[in-house]
């Protein structure tokens, strides 16, 4: 099972600045099956990124997700109030096909 | 409109058997898989398998195997969940989402609460 490691696990800052989110998989996984998602309290996740760094419909281009084999970053270049949330990585492959979500990163007002 | 609408919240005993399920409007049912992700209080969220509603054809988190049933209804367009043995670690909301590579589209959570 490929585990997904995201840091930091809270990430405190101000409206306005910009924010990185790491996550490391135990083994390579390939781009196309690598996404993050945004979960606010009392929503339903959101897709923000798939395949490493295409932005979903609707997601703001402060949003942007780049990297590749073992390492992946979401950078939010811009704090939006709206924007401190949990964010999870995801990854999905294999043989038989299996999925396994990071730890979350949590963004906090500052 | 494209949603996927789940069934309401459950309380169930330490043992019972739990079935949620994830009405899918909008779109052709049969063109996406369906996922279930679950999420118990101050813990993350956790992958529990995946359906593909045209074959019927399932992959379970190893964790639920023996547990967790996916299956569904192609007349009504409508996925289900079974989770069995339910014990107290099993309290949590349970979400369904359209895609397994990428989920763009999820229901609105259904929680299930397990407790004697």
């Known amino acids: 099972e490929i585990v997904l490691t995201q840091s930091p696990g809270t990430l405190s800052l101000s409206p306005g600045e910009r924010a990185t989110l790491s996550c490391r998989a135990s083994?390579?996984?390939?781009?196309?099956?690598l996404g993050w998602y945004q979960h606010r309290p009392g929503q339903a996740p959101r897709l923000l990124i798939f395949?490493?760094?295409s932005r979903a419909t609707g997601v703001p281009d402060r949003f942007s997700g780049s990297g590749s084999g073992t390492d992946f970053t979401l950078t939010i270049s811009r704090l939006e109030p709206e924007d401190f949330a949990l964010y999870y990585c995801?990854?999905?492959?294999?043989?038989?096909?299996?999925?396994?979500f990071g730890g979350g990163t949590r963004v906090e007002i500052k | 409109q494209v949603q996927l609408v789940q069934s309401g919240d459950e309380v169930k005993r330490p043992g019972a058997s739990v079935r949620v399920s994830c009405k899918a409007s909008g779109y052709t049912f049969t063109s996406y898989d369906i996922t279930w992700v679950r999420q118990a209080t101050g813990q993350g969220l956790e992958w529990m398998g995946w359906m593909n509603p045209d074959s019927g054809d399932t992959g379970y988190e190893q964790k639920f195997q023996g547990r967790v049933t996916m299956t569904r209804d192609t007349s009504i367009s409508t996925a289900y969940m079974e989770l069995s043995s339910l014990r107290s670690e099993d309290t949590a909301v349970y979400y369904c989402?359209?895609?397994?590579?990428?989920?763009?589209?999820w229901g609105q959570g259904t929680l299930v609460t397990v407790s004697s």
């Open positions: 395949g490493a760094s």
């Open positions: 083994q390579t996984i390939r781009s196309n099956y």
């Open positions: 995801h990854q999905y492959g294999g043989s038989p096909p299996s999925a396994t």
């Open positions: 989402a359209r895609g397994s590579i990428a989920a763009f589209l």
